[in-house]
T-cell receptor
């Protein structure tokens, strides 16, 4: 069975500081990994995804994530936080077979202080 | 182009009533997914359609929930005899194909059962 753990339900950073949101996964087969962002009262928007190509994945809005198989991690980073980054971030996993439905972590709410 | 749309955006109903939630996927997307987002359970997968077929309905929470998809396009999620625990945001997503293809999410329907 697959699962995702996001460490920290709330993360607060100052504007301009490094953003680090943690995601660890469990999967018995090679995983495909995703980060989605959800702004208040909106649906989920894809930030980036890992599908077994390059382990360092660059996404929209300056975010990137690195797939580390040995650590079963897919942490999301951004060098310098902007006020507009305040939102909830979800890590998700799926695999290539079966239905392809996403299994989500519980989410991390990011606050950015001026 | 047009994204995934869902209607209604908000639905308030009384306990015991039936409700229908609608999803219009992106044109040409063969895979369609329903998820539920609630405070207690996070993001849960409900059901997946490939074309008009739903191979696995085991994600539906109870037999009060049903879903159909017609013409390989519009999908309807029906909840019969609604209960207060059904209150949640119901999200629909579509992708070109199943598996690791990016899922594009609609804005969701917020269901409140009084």
């Amino acid at each position: 069975a697959q699962s995702v753990t996001q460490l920290g339900s709330h993360v607060s950073v100052s504007e301009g500081a490094l953003v680090l949101l943690r995601c660890n996964y469990s999967s018995s087969v090679p995983p495909y990994l995703f980060w989605y962002v959800q702004y208040p009262n909106q649906g989920l928007q894809l930030l980036l995804k890992y599908t077994s190509a390059a382990t360092l994945v660059k996404g929209i809005n300056g975010f990137e994530a690195e797939f580390k198989k040995s650590e079963t991690s897919f942490h999301l980073t951004k060098p310098s936080a902007h006020m507009s980054d305040a939102a909830e971030y979800f890590c998700a996993v799926t695999h290539g077979g079966s239905q392809g439905n996403l299994i989500f972590g519980k989410g991390t709410k990011l606050s950015v202080k001026p | 182009g047009a994204g995934v749309s869902q209607s209604p955006s908000n639905k308030v109903t009384e306990k015991g009533k039936d409700v229908e939630l609608r999803c219009d996927p992106i044109s040409g997307h063969t895979a369609l997914y329903w998820y539920r987002q609630s405070l207690g359970q996070g993001l849960e997968f409900l059901i997946y359609f490939q074309g008009n077929s739903a191979p696995d309905k085991s994600g539906l929470p109870s037999d009060r929930f049903s879903a159909e998809r017609t013409g390989g396009s519009v999908s309807t999620l029906t909840i019969q005899r609604t209960q207060q625990e059904d209150s949640a945001v119901y999200l629909c997503a579509s992708s070109f194909d199943r598996g690791p293809d990016t899922q594009y999410f609609g804005p969701g329907t917020r269901l409140t059962v009084l």
